[in-house]
């Protein structure tokens, strides 16, 4: 139980260092006789890949996944689901500066400490390019889902900030822009912004907003395992996040009972959604909507102090290629996650009654 | 798996509804050899209790808890702590007003349509009354942690918020007044504001901080179940919770990596903490602090309407003895759950090395 | 994960020392909606409780299962059910003769080796008055799954055997007789050997068959959790359990392919059962029959020497009322666990398809 | 939870099918810091691999194992470990014999039923090449328990038996014959027997021995995951499983306490070992040792009625290359489910004690 594994019954096992010979994982759950559009799984794993536009890391990488199980025909057969993706682009990279030092903010010295051995080629196991494995298992995910439709988007950028409610936005502009913003203005605000940063060798945070429609009425499972604790949970283990909030979120806490309470339709549909979706730790058949935060990237191309496994303080500059903001790659791996974490509670909910 | 176990090593199940004869639960995976001191396991069932100051519900419960195994001569033997708390004050309420109309941004519908079947005396398995056990099992997690010190309060009430930095925060003041906050001046304009709530016969949201010092390094485990992704779920868990930041948090999202990243100093601690004591998933020895977000309480005393479960539009108004702040009782649930995680991930941590 | 949790989604926690106040456990993941019979769980407890016939412990409890939660108006809510069975037959008793000594083929050394700490007052822990604690939830699992018949019966005691094939037996002979076997000469037989056996101050040990009825086809997860895995390991968790088979079991080491292999009928249905119901770990709707073999009784009433926790031999003779054979008595643990195994499998097999 | 992990801590979870591109696994929760020896693993999948001797099947696989991640300069690093095996070995059989038609005593009706879809390409995923991937995880366990010596041979090929006790023979013996049975001359014997049913076109089935020697005390976690019963499950997982029996097992049945009860020695160990090396589920430091029955393989070279997916009665015949019997292969099996089994107990036991 040492935390690769995420998920009851739809559940997700992966492996893989950043420069070691391949990534990959395990799909152990995934129901019997879905006939899989493999296009749409390579689309996804497009979405995440390195090099892909010019605001994001130009490492080059094909990240194309290949299945090794539990898939015949071009269905899902109900037996586990094998993949691994090759790491085609570990070239036999000089890191005798970091082998020693542990880089500012990153996991080195956490890892060292714990394990007692490090990884030291990149980032290793807690190299954003874990995610990888997610994306591929979360394109699966939304097969299985089907109707149920996860849609994520960048809504912030250091301070820029969209705040727009998420009914009022059109998400066909999403793919449309490199910043997978839903505004096609706060699109090249942003997009200009991230190049000046990536100029300055600096990087910069930011926020994505998921919405979750179509969701039927029933899951989650109370008491811990509530629907939002889940999709916190899955959002918090995504790289650089430091923070999640569904429906009123922070928001919420100024706000009195008579403003917050989401009052009842006829239908059982509610007036207004503050609650998010999710009332008592189960869906009630509204829109879920989340926020996450990402802290900006820890590499950076200008000079830090930063110390050797030693103690001695050491000048280190960042090399390679990083991406100055993390959230335009990052909207594929938060809508993987929010879809692993419905998967899950749709075959958990196939339980709650006789 | 239905959700109603925490933990993979110390591991925490509960059972109980509000209106059932009591509750409780079973921690199991406690280590042997822990001399239990029983009265600070009382006083923390005394923290959260109704009834215990003029600002939070006035029902009134002793709270209890009977501990029934697990424990030998005073010290935990390793075997499971099963414990019960009582429901002595379920009296035979009035339910007819709830017995078939579904409360506004409570869990009745989620758990009628999910189940099929509602305890429909109080909130049922829904109430916050369920977090009693959390607090139980927490005090002997505390006990377990030892040096580890886990102090939550009340940062926010309404728009009332108390931004100062913690470690600018005399942590002493916390239980001398009944909001819990750390601040003796805005502990009167919070509980002042509380009353006028309750008197206008509303509630309103909240924000806990919680800090815990002396943590060592190396807790929590890649990848998935990464030491803050877990403790939000933890909050996130606890009812009425709508937002979780650790660290720089949401406000992380608008600064630069150069501005963010926490420089070394040469004992391997950090000059300072944006990251909120945990890097890659793992704590690296500084304070893990976080802030909580909770929603005002659903149960207001004016008339609202809703549905029956029928779907025929009524009106109701809440009945009985209800928070109208939720945060002053709900700073040692968010105590005994950051306890709970922490204990879970010493035992984990166990198995890192050789 | 210490061990007292049994089931992945249709789940027993349990707690509880034989001589403190009370066992008890929770269900969690039981489905809403089952109507419960509770004369039906009482007369499950009945069938394990001690002092219920002359061959069995003469110590009296009444072993009365208290519900706690997760039953309203006689239905199961899908919520937790928490259970507790009080110790009432703890009498002060004089432990000083185990207490610092370790009981010949007990539990006595491996705990106090394992924890560092024993509670010394009878079995603790490993006692088999734990499995009250699996009789209750068993018999709730017994009423979720309905058509599902279990039946267990004493198969051998000691070196007297029925090894008649259970289809050849009239099953409702076992509760006829105090040895719960399922031949009335037999059972005679059996009976006047425990009586000998208690004169002469020894135990015997035994053999319980059991057989399963009405399977659906389908249960049992390939491939670590087939079917008979689970159910030979519900089996080895119980007290004095040395061995366990299935189908043709040890017998069939010895046959060939062409003997074993179980010939198909045109339904799906075989000619021959060697198999014993589960093929590739997974049910054929044939039935499952399956052996357990247990050892005798430990605590004999015959002076044997045996060591000080300082490592000192002494002579010791066993006080108290012990059962002479354990089988009677077992009957409806082996159900019990038998049926929690089924219920859980059950609820899997949801998942199984799209 | 589909049933293709194994662990709690000491966690392996396998995919792949007999017939797919290839089988692996993850291993995750190794402790880092373990200098591999990759020849010794290697070693192990010999044991394993089709073709190895004329007593087995003629199938030709290397059976090499491609490390992907988790070890770094020789060692685990504490991250999982991911492998992959290649089918080198899938050329393009005709199936049409087996693809509409359910093999008896196979696993080819169940996975239909169950599934809803059979990959009809040999066993698929109910193949005992399944359990290369166990050996390879098997391997890695057995480098952690480092002096604990888990051996296993053959001691039954059908009427053949080899009930010397396990401390009158000589385990050097073992891996010079290519039955793997512990003396020279029963080896001869089973040798020529299996021969002569592989020319009969038939199979037979047969039993392995396994003895776990220098294991700690405290292993093993009461009361559902008793050691015993862990290790029941772990051999019952096993293809052709059909019965386990530790310590005296089944022969215990007919004993007197007086004759089974272990007397202690001075030193805690016992004058003898009935108990097998396990007392209340947790290990006594004496030796564990265990019996596992092995039904004959199903598919035989000899004409069978058998019925379509439709329901036809059709006559059919084995093909290809079958093990006339399993256990010579099973032994390395049967020793890395056991290593598997006390690895995670090794680890689980660290959070015994405070």
Do not use: W
């Not at 989401?262 to 829109?287: C, K, R």
Request: aromatic share 8%; with cysteine.
């Amino acid at each position: 139980m040492a935390g690769n594994t995420f998920g009851t019954l739809f559940k997700l096992t992966t492996f893989g260092e950043s420069h070691g010979p391949a990534l990959g994982g395990i799909i152990d759950g995934c129901p019997a006789g879905i006939s899989l559009d493999f296009d749409a799984i390579e689309a996804e794993m497009q979405r995440r890949k390195p090099g892909q536009s010019k605001i994001v890391t130009q490492r080059k990488e094909p990240d194309s996944v290949r299945f090794l199980s539990g898939i015949f025909e071009g269905k899902t057969t109900g037996t586990p689901i094998g993949f691994v993706i090759e790491n085609t682009n570990q070239k036999s990279n000089d890191y005798s500066h970091i082998k020693d030092t542990y880089r500012p903010s990153h996991a080195d010295y956490t890892y060292d400490k714990k394990y007692g051995i490090r990884d030291y080629r990149g980032g290793g196991r807690s190299s954003a390019r874990e995610t990888a494995s997610r994306v591929a298992a979360g394109a699966i995910a939304k097969q299985f889902l089907n109707d149920i439709k996860v849609t994520a988007y960048v809504s912030g950028v250091g301070n820029l900030e969209l705040n727009t409610p998420y009914h009022q936005l059109d998400f066909s502009e999403i793919e449309k822009n490199p910043v997978r913003t839903a505004d096609s203005t706060m699109a090249v605000t942003m997009e200009n912004y991230i190049k000046q940063i990536r100029k300055e060798g600096d990087t910069v945070g930011g926020a994505i907003s998921c919405v979750i429609q179509n969701v039927p009425v029933g899951l989650g499972e109370p008491v811990f395992d509530k629907l939002h604790a889940q999709l916190g949970k899955a959002m918090l283990s995504i790289n650089a996040v430091k923070g999640f909030e569904y429906g009123s979120g922070f928001s919420g806490t100024k706000l009195k009972g008579s403003e917050h309470n989401d009052l009842f339709n006829e239908d059982g549909s509610t007036q207004t959604n503050h609650s998010g979706g999710v009332q008592g730790g189960i869906s009630n058949g509204e829109d879920i909507y989340f926020k996450v935060a990402f802290k900006p990237v820890a590499t950076i191309m200008q000079e830090q102090d930063t110390i050797t496994s030693e103690g001695k303080m050491v000048a280190m500059q960042g090399k390679g290629r990083h991406d100055p903001c993390v959230v335009p790659r990052a909207v594929p791996i938060v809508e993987a996650m929010a879809a692993l974490v419905l998967a899950d509670f749709m075959l958990l909910n196939r339980s709650s009654k006789l």
